[in-house]
């Protein structure tokens, strides 16, 4: 059975997750890459499969039937239904206005595939072949790692001017432009939109969405990937990514027990051995990652050989780059937790530790200065349990606001927190959690993974650290109504901003 809507296709998961409450279908893949050919014939792999094509509903007329079998138009789902609740399904779908139709059926002696068009057989394949008769390809891979330190920053007497510029960088700053394409609004569902805060313009970690309105369960939609990591170590530029996508799930109150991954390679010409290299490296630390915090990969995909010569014989590749989706089942959307600044005098605490390493940060990008490799590695065991302290903490409801550690550290953490909620902050980072002894510059915009800026109403001050005292943290400060944002290390003031500096810098790169 293939369904579809033309409206909407949140309207069409909808209606399936009514049919999933009652047990009405065993099977389902979306028509991605490949289409039919590739949704029915994954399905049909132990059984055979048997697909009339014409009655295939169609946007428009005059396609063939080779086309119906391949097209990748979207908003399309094919599902398994067992013949007795057929007319049961298709009732549902009827009453919410989404297309459904009966295209064929699972089941065909010597596990064929068989397709129909206009009352004659076009095409028999045995599955066995689709599946199996292609031999698979072996390529060199080479990966060849010499540790390569980043040079020293001269230190500054204050860090303005390099918060302003992070927060401009493309990869940091608002892409509120692309945003407010889309509809949050779908129904009413969204319990937690892509931007936040005072003015509903701040950046957020995730979004929350209720795809059965009478319920208070939701589903929280994160990502995390960063490519300025890959081209210096692919190994622990994944471990960022999947860390990343977690802990933004994690900070609106996503619950890692109910969480499931994607991946999304992209990377240049794998026929050459060190791009290879680069995507095996990958691979292993995916696999680490999701065996280590327990959440399994259910789908992903890939965009390969992005890459081609000029006419002058110039090689331009995309750099090795790693996007991890993440989503997570929450009980009662009512106790999600947003990344904006919510009161005057509320505590400030960073959770997880952070070190010296600076390659691949943004602060060294905005410096001008060429990063090494020594990307900050991503501690397994110790990130998964911040994440389930500060999980612990947000079910307890001893959180008010939680904001991810990723790019630009600490500073550009504090600052997006600050003029999202349109309040100061005021941070000393001498209780700040450390590894070794790193630099200010480390402290401040150091991009090492595991960490969270969290406030923490004075009410909840005992409960809060009830919940974390297992896990680095450390209290920084407060939230305040100067209008600043303030971080001060060694008894100096390094960085004092106004909200609204820091917000012009953040939103103006993209601005149309």
């Known amino acids: 059975m293939q369904i579809g809507n033309a ?31 590739s949704a029915v014939g994954e399905m049909g792999e132990q059984l055979g499969a048997e697909v009339h094509l014409d009655r295939v509903p169609l946007k428009y ?30 009732k549902i779908f009827a009453d919410e206005d989404v297309e459904a139709t009966v295209i064929g059926h699972y089941g065909v002696e010597g596990r064929k595939l068989k397709l129909f068009y206009a009352g004659r057989q076009v095409c028999e394949l045995d599955m066995e072949f689709l599946h199996n008769g292609l031999p698979r390809p072996t390529k060199e891979a080479l990966w060849d790692f010499t540790p390569r330190p980043s040079p020293a920053v001269p230190p500054r007497g204050d860090y303005n001017e390099a918060l302003r510029k992070i927060l401009a960088s493309p990869n940091v700053a608002s892409k509120e432009w692309i945003i407010r394409q ?21 950046p957020g970690d995730a979004a929350v969405v209720r795809p059965v309105l009478g319920s208070p369960r939701g589903v929280a939609i ?21 860390d990343e996508a977690l802990r933004n799930c994690v900070a609106v109150g996503g619950n890692l027990d109910r969480t499931a991954i994607l991946d999304n390679f992209c990377w240049g010409n794998c026929n050459k051995p060190d791009r290879m290299g680069s995507l095996v490296q990958s691979a292993k630390s995916c696999y680490d990652a999701a065996k280590a915090y327990g959440t399994p990969f259910v789908s992903g995909k890939d965009s390969l050989n992005n ?47 952070t070190g010296g390493q600076l390659g691949g940060s943004h602060y060294l990008l905005v410096e001008g200065v060429e990063s090494g490799n020594d990307v900050p590695p991503v501690d397994l065991s110790g990130s998964l349990k911040v994440m389930r302290a500060v999980q612990s903490a947000i079910q307890a409801g001893a959180i008010r606001a939680c904001h991810d550690l990723s790019e630009g550290g600490l500073a550009v953490a504090a600052a997006e927190m600050a003029f999202a909620g349109a309040l100061g902050v005021d941070l000393d980072l001498r209780a700040l959690p450390c590894e070794g002894e790193p630099s200010e ?5 150091g991009e090492a993974a595991g ?3 969290v406030e923490v109403a004075p009410d909840r001050y005992d409960a809060f650290l009830r919940c974390v005292r297992d896990v680095p943290f450390g209290e920084l400060g407060r939230v305040t109504d100067s209008g600043r944002i303030v971080l001060r290390s060694g008894g100096k003031t390094r960085i004092d901003l106004p909200l609204a500096d820091a917000k012009a810098a953040w939103q103006g790169t993209f601005r149309l």
Not at 14 to 33: N, V
Not at 67 to 84: D, F, G, K, N, T
Not at 327 to 339: A, E, P, Q
């Open 61 to 90: 007329a005059g396609l063939s039937y080779a086309e119906i079998w391949i097209s990748e138009a979207q908003e399309r789902m094919v599902l398994a239904v067992p013949p007795e609740n057929v007319e049961r399904i298709l």
């Open 451 to 453: 960490r969270f800026l």
């Open 441 to 445: 510059a480390a402290k401040l915009f």
């Open 182 to 202: 889309y509809d949050h609004e779908v129904q009413g569902g969204s319990a937690i939109k892509p931007l936040v805060g005072a003015t509903e313009d701040g």
């Open 7 to 37: 409206i909407t296709e949140k309207k069409t998961l909808d209606t399936l997750l009514q049919a999933q409450a009652q047990g009405l279908y065993s099977c389902i893949t979306d028509c991605g890459a490949g289409g039919l050919s």
């Open 307 to 353: 890459e081609f010569q000029t006419r002058d014989g110039q090689t331009i590749a995309i750099p090795p780059t790693l996007l991890i989706s993440a989503i997570s089942v929450i009980d009662d959307v009512s106790r999600c937790v947003t990344s904006d600044a919510k009161e005057a005098g509320n505590y400030l605490f960073v959770l997880g530790r």
């Open 222 to 242: 994160s990502c995390g990937m960063n490519p300025r990591l890959g081209p210096l170590d692919p190994y622990q530029s994944a471990l960022h990514a999947v």
